[in-house]
């Protein structure tokens, strides 16, 4: 009897406080500074040294690119650029080794889908993550 009083106790003590859940697809959460999300990719800035994919822990990011056409041009041209995120654990490796900041993280975090081919991304689509994306400031 002692058990059920202090439950009903807890129960009406916590009535009045302030509600801490939110009313989702509505009203969006707000997501910390450092929230690793969802990567946005630009594609102008990358130089493909393959430093992201090398570094990828689940080998879910695949990078290839051309020579320039113009053969006294040294850079590489970008050709694909995929991220797999059926596997990809948002470990923020592929930004912080980057050393033209063409990869950033967003706050974007909806990924859902039905179909597991939904989650394969192409440059394209990760150009167009625009969704809250915050720059990386490395000193």
């Given at each position: 009897?002692?058990?059920?009083?202090?439950?009903?106790?807890?129960?009406?003590?916590?009535?009045?406080?302030?509600?801490?859940?939110?009313?989702?697809?509505?009203?969006?959460?707000?997501?910390?500074?450092?929230?690793?999300?969802?990567?946005?990719?630009?594609?102008?800035?990358?130089?493909?040294?393959?430093?992201?994919?090398?570094?990828?822990?689940?080998d879910?990011?695949?990078?290839?690119?051309?020579?320039?056409p113009?053969?006294?041009?040294?850079?590489?041209?970008?050709?694909?650029?995929?991220?797999?995120?059926?596997?990809?654990?948002?470990?923020?490796?592929?930004?912080?080794?980057?050393?033209?900041?063409?990869?950033?993280?967003?706050?974007?975090?909806?990924?859902?889908?039905?179909?597991?081919?939904?989650?394969?991304?192409?440059?394209?689509w990760?150009?167009?993550?625009?969704?809250?994306?915050?720059?990386?400031?490395?000193?």
């Amino acid at each position: 009897m002692l058990g059920i009083v202090k439950g009903l106790g807890f129960t009406l003590k916590n009535l009045a406080k302030k509600k801490v859940t939110y009313s989702y697809p509505d009203q969006p959460v707000e997501m910390p500074d450092r929230f690793r999300g969802i990567q946005h990719f630009y594609p102008e800035k990358c130089i493909v040294c393959n430093q992201c994919a090398a570094i990828c822990p689940t080998d879910c990011i695949q990078l290839t690119g051309k020579p320039h056409p113009d053969p006294n041009n040294k850079k590489k041209i970008i050709d694909t650029y995929d991220i797999n995120f059926e596997i990809c654990i948002l470990c923020d490796l592929c930004t912080e080794v980057c050393p033209t900041e063409a990869i950033v993280m967003s706050n974007n975090f909806e990924l859902s889908s039905y179909s597991r081919d939904d989650l394969f991304k192409d440059l394209q689509w990760l150009h167009e993550n625009t969704d809250s994306t915050r720059e990386v400031n490395k000193p």
